[in-house]
């Protein structure tokens, strides 16, 4: 059974920095897309950041120079950088795979679980 499981959320100042992590498991041969969204109180799910198979980049406007995706195909984990954290950043943030390929089934996409990140003083 595949699985997404997050980490690395948390409280952090504002001005502070936080590393998520994403693992995915299950038997997986290839995952095309995998990103990082996000869920406020009383919002919806907004993307923050996606990265590609071979690397290319995608984020939200308000994350620009400031948030890094970065993954590892080999060991099929996504991550967030992120930096100079605002109040306004405070969410419970998701990791999300798209194309996901195990050995036996392809999944359009899957979610992982979310982790919380409160940016507060």
């Known amino acids: 059974q595949v699985q997404l499981v997050e980490s690395g959320g948390g409280l952090v100042q504002p001005g502070g920095s936080l590393r998520l992590s994403c693992a995915a498991s299950?038997?997986?041969?290839?995952?095309?897309?995998m990103g990082w969204y996000r869920q406020a109180p009383g919002k919806q799910r907004e993307l923050v950041a996606a990265?590609?198979?071979?690397?290319?980049?995608n984020y939200a406007d308000s994350v620009k120079g400031r948030f890094t995706i970065s993954r590892d195909n080999a060991k099929n984990t996504v991550h967030l950088q992120m930096n100079t954290l605002k109040p306004e950043d405070t969410a419970v943030y998701y990791c999300?795979?798209?194309?996901?390929?195990?050995?036996?089934?392809?999944?359009?996409?899957?979610w992982g679980q979310g982790t919380l990140v409160t940016v507060s003083s």
């Open positions: 999300n795979a798209k194309g996901l390929t195990t050995t036996s089934v392809r999944y359009l996409e899957r």
């Open positions: 299950g038997s997986i041969v290839s995952i095309n897309a």
């Open positions: 990265i590609s198979s071979v690397g290319s980049t």
